[in-house]
């Protein structure tokens, strides 16, 4: 596809340490219009010091008030009509998990969905607090134009997405009920997951822990997303997930449109 008609997501586990590796390189070769980070794990200065070798975007990064922490980023070639940082929540705010560019045709959100945590003590919030005012704040974008939303959303929402469904299921942040039911409400809403809508029967993931050689025996979870508005399937050409580009313990989705 042509450059001109993508949007990249790449969660990177602190901008700074994957500017210090590939990043750079990797982003000036997809040449992408829209580039959308999570957990930047940096204040904006801090993130426009790393990213000072990228040239030809606009930046837009917002950090957690918990320095080395959480934290997204948005860099765009073409100046956004508007940038939003957050949900306008105060209890959601705090860590920087959310910014909002507008352009002609659409929304584009990048998002940092919250992690249930270690024994699960933040499932309630991230499910019955986050969940709901994320997806209220997408639906009142949709009443203006279609949205974008791309980032880790921290579920894998089938068995397909997750290499051991059953001994993480209800026990491990990412595959419990509660996280699975948050997407599938989200999808319900007249949002389509792109990926799993094009490759229904795919297996491919987007994260492997650091641990045991995840990564090289292919033991990872999905949790990487370009979710859109329905009216945008229209316009969607892929939905890529580059498992060949390192760095991180994530790797980059692909939408082009």
Excluded at 14 to 35: E, F, I, P, S
Excluded at 148 to 174: E, F, M, R, S, W
Excluded at 190 to 205: A, I, Q, S
Excluded at 231 to 248: A, F, H, P, T
Aim: with cysteine; glycine share 8%; proline share 4%.
């Amino acid at each position: 596809s042509s450059a001109a008609s993508d949007v990249y997501k790449r969660q990177v586990n602190g901008v700074r340490a994957c500017a210090g590796k590939t990043l750079l390189q990797d982003l000036n070769t997809l040449d992408c219009d829209v580039v959308c980070l999570q957990e930047t794990k940096a204040t904006p200065e801090q993130v426009a010091e790393a990213l000072s070798g990228l040239t030809g975007y606009h930046l837009y990064a917002y950090s957690a008030e918990k320095k080395g922490y959480s934290g997204t980023a948005i860099l765009s070639k073409e100046l956004p009509l508007s940038v939003k940082m957050g949900l306008g929540i105060g209890e959601h705010d705090n860590e920087g998990r959310v910014i909002t560019a507008e352009f002609q045709d659409y929304f584009v959100v990048t998002a940092y969905v919250p992690n249930a945590s270690s024994g699960l003590k933040r499932l309630d919030y991230r499910t019955k607090g986050w969940d709901v005012a994320f997806l209220a704040f997408i639906k009142n974008l949709e009443r203006s134009k279609p949205v974008v939303v791309c980032g880790d959303l921290n579920v894998a929402h089938q068995p397909i997405d997750l290499k051991n469904p059953k001994p993480n299921y209800n026990k491990t942040p990412g595959y419990t009920q509660l996280e699975i039911d948050g997407l599938t409400t989200m999808l319900n809403s007249g949002l389509v997951d792109t990926y799993r809508h094009l490759y229904p029967t795919t297996v491919k993931y987007s994260w492997w822990s650091y641990r045991g050689g995840s990564r090289e025996r292919n033991v990872g979870w999905r949790l990487d997303y370009f979710l859109v508005s329905e009216s945008l399937m229209v316009k969607v050409k892929n939905s890529e997930i580059l498992n060949d580009v390192l760095g991180s313990d994530h790797c980059p989705v692909l939408l082009s449109l």
